[in-house]
């Protein structure tokens, strides 16, 4: 189970009382946890269909992202304004990735591949990333940019169609 | 969460500015019944009272930090829009689609129009600095601006562009990033004219 990494990730603390507040109070650590329950709940024999059903349902209806419970999200995913946030079913997110809101991973059309994002990357707000593309371990998305080529390990993609630059790393 | 009784002067004398620009957009008149409707019929109206009543409930002794973050979770949920607390929104705004809005700390002036999907903050969390956005500025769906910047009085940003540097006052600036392609001050039109809707 993934939920300690989604708090952490998230800016809240493993504490009986961080869990609590960060479940009631930070809409990032919500979304995720009725994610992470609806994919716990789902093997209970009889009810943990509608069960999954009702919290996948839960986590849309308040946040407003479609986070497929098909997708592969790794641990400690950082949603800071989880809105609008789309995750197609086929998608596969390493640990400890950033999606800021409106960010869409997705297939080009139908039956198309999903792409995968590895761990660390962080892609800005509104990006589309579609196709069976990887955007490479620790890469940066700049804001809106469209993606639809592999980004290579530690480099920054930015514009529409999105392009890797050269921008100078600041340490974070 | 729509009635502004609780709010402080300042907070509902602004949702009243926010109202008067709600009826002059939506071509209604300032009566009462018109008032009503827009008040109780408009999603903009609704989550720009939620954020003007946050941030009232925030003054509130001993129980404002609380009531201010409970408001303000049940705001995200309903509107799946985020306002910070510590935005400073000025009068007469206009958000007609409420959704997907994130706004972080940020000086927005008065009869703004927010599309949806639009993003306003800093470029990074330890950084001081934040946007400036001038009166009447229009932000299309989708827009990001981002950092120190300025965005001069009467500008408008067009939808999904990316704006990390300045705008003038009365421009348009469009793409990713942002280029200024309209120097000459846009004409003024009907309602279009924050600094001249009603007060």
């Given at each position: 189970?993934?939920?300690?990494?989604?708090v952490?990730?998230?800016?809240?603390?493993?504490?009986?009382?961080?869990?609590?507040?960060?479940?009631l109070f930070d809409?990032?650590?919500?979304l995720l946890?009725c994610?992470?329950?609806a994919?716990?709940?789902?093997?209970?024999?009889?009810?943990g269909?509608?069960?999954a059903?009702l919290?996948?349902?839960h986590g849309v209806?308040?946040?407003g992202c479609?986070?497929?419970l098909?997708?592969?999200v790794?641990?400690?995913?950082k949603?800071?304004h989880?809105t609008?946030?789309v995750?197609g079913?086929g998608v596969t997110?390493g640990?400890?990735?950033?999606?800021?809101?409106n960010v869409?991973l997705?297939r080009?059309?139908?039956g198309g591949?999903?792409?995968t994002v590895e761990?660390?990357?962080?892609?800005?707000?509104?990006v589309?990333a579609?196709?069976?593309?990887?955007i490479g371990?620790r890469?940066r998305?700049?804001?809106n940019a469209?993606v639809l080529?592999d980004?290579?390990?530690?480099?920054t993609?930015?514009g529409?169609?999105?392009r890797?630059v050269d921008?100078?790393?600041?340490?974070? | 969460?729509?009635e502004?009784v609780?709010m402080?002067?300042?907070g509902?004398?602004?949702?009243?500015?926010?109202?008067?620009?709600?009826?002059?957009?939506?071509?209604r008149?300032?009566?009462?019944t018109?008032?009503?409707?827009?008040v109780?019929?408009s999603?903009?109206?609704?989550f720009?009272?939620?954020?003007?009543?946050v941030?009232?409930a925030g003054r509130?002794?001993?129980?404002g930090?609380?009531?201010?973050?409970v408001l303000?979770?049940?705001?995200c949920?309903?509107?799946?829009?985020?306002?910070a607390v510590?935005?400073?929104?000025?009068a007469?705004c206009?958000v007609p689609?409420?959704?997907?809005?994130v706004?972080?700390?940020?000086v927005?002036?008065?009869?703004?129009q927010i599309?949806?999907n639009v993003?306003?903050?800093?470029?990074r969390?330890?950084?001081g600095?934040?946007?400036v956005?001038?009166a009447g500025v229009?932000i299309?769906?989708g827009?990001?601006?981002?950092?120190?910047?300025?965005?001069?009085d009467?500008?408008v940003?067009g939808?999904?562009?990316?704006?990390?540097g300045?705008?003038p006052a009365?421009?348009t600036a469009?793409?990713?990033?942002?280029?200024?392609?309209?120097r000459?001050p846009?004409?003024?039109?009907v309602g279009?004219d924050a600094p001249?809707i009603p007060t």
């Amino acid at each position: 189970m993934f939920w300690k990494d989604d708090v952490i990730a998230n800016g809240g603390s493993t504490t009986p009382f961080g869990l609590l507040r960060a479940f009631l109070f930070d809409p990032g650590a919500h979304l995720l946890a009725c994610h992470r329950a609806a994919i716990g709940v789902r093997g209970v024999p009889g009810i943990g269909a509608l069960l999954a059903r009702l919290l996948w349902r839960h986590g849309v209806r308040t946040s407003g992202c479609h986070i497929s419970l098909e997708a592969s999200v790794g641990p400690g995913l950082k949603l800071p304004h989880p809105t609008g946030v789309v995750i197609g079913e086929g998608v596969t997110v390493g640990a400890g990735v950033t999606l800021y809101q409106n960010v869409t991973l997705g297939r080009t059309g139908d039956g198309g591949a999903y792409p995968t994002v590895e761990d660390g990357a962080i892609l800005y707000s509104g990006v589309v990333a579609i196709g069976g593309i990887r955007i490479g371990a620790r890469a940066r998305v700049g804001a809106n940019a469209v993606v639809l080529h592999d980004v290579p390990p530690g480099r920054t993609a930015v514009g529409a169609p999105a392009r890797v630059v050269d921008i100078e790393r600041s340490s974070r | 969460m729509t009635e502004p009784v609780e709010m402080d002067r300042a907070g509902a004398s602004s949702f009243a500015r926010d109202i008067d620009v709600f009826l002059a957009r939506q071509g209604r008149s300032r009566d009462w019944t018109s008032t009503v409707r827009a008040v109780v019929f408009s999603p903009g109206l609704h989550f720009l009272a939620a954020h003007r009543l946050v941030v009232a409930a925030g003054r509130l002794p001993v129980v404002g930090r609380v009531v201010k973050m409970v408001l303000w979770t049940l705001s995200c949920h309903l509107f799946r829009s985020e306002i910070a607390v510590s935005t400073v929104l000025g009068a007469g705004c206009y958000v007609p689609h409420p959704y997907g809005i994130v706004i972080g700390r940020a000086v927005i002036g008065e009869g703004v129009q927010i599309l949806q999907n639009v993003t306003i903050g800093a470029a990074r969390r330890d950084d001081g600095g934040c946007p400036v956005i001038g009166a009447g500025v229009v932000i299309g769906a989708g827009a990001v601006i981002l950092g120190e910047v300025e965005v001069g009085d009467g500008a408008v940003i067009g939808a999904n562009a990316v704006v990390v540097g300045d705008v003038p006052a009365g421009c348009t600036a469009v793409g990713v990033p942002a280029k200024v392609i309209d120097r000459s001050p846009r004409r003024p039109s009907v309602g279009d004219d924050a600094p001249s809707i009603p007060t």
